[in-house]
């Protein structure tokens, strides 16, 4: 699979503008809520606490990065740097509050989207067809922003072209 399948897939289900918009905030707000709140259920691994999420989000960049070097990279980078500079020192603190505010805004997160699909892009979420999508969203909505920010005019004409394929045909 290569970026333009990989990115219309997912896009098939989010050409709405509104509901991109909801996407492109609340996919990080979920993302890094998830993984903070993965850090107070750590498991041991060869005698090392480990984060599951970040484990498994390791894993999910470097895919990202072999279907897209540089969005994959952008993707990742703000990933980590997010968690380990921002959510992380958070839950360090020792806040009691700190994971219910995070469980707060993955609930926000979720509700937002359901009703961008509902609302505005009148289409089912694309998770609902195959629960892995949740892994395509943060490439899918790095690859928004930099098409919005003039990244490769060409390769967002030929994603364009394959979502318009992929979408149900109107009746």
Known sequence: MGIIDFYSGYGAYHHNIVNKWIHIICIPLILYSFCGMADYYKVEISGFEVNIALLIFSFVYIYYMMLHMFAGFITASVSIIVHFYYVLPLIQQGDEATFSHLLAVHIFGWIAQFIGHGVFEGRKPALMDNLLQVFSAP????????????????????????????MPKKK
Do not use: D, H, N, W
């Not at 098409?147 to 004409?157: D, H, I, N, Q, W």
């Open 139 to 166: 490439l899918f909505v790095t690859m928004e922003v930099l098409f919005m920010l003039g990244y490769s005019p060409e390769l967002e004409v030929a994603c364009e072209k394959e979502i318009l394929r992929k």
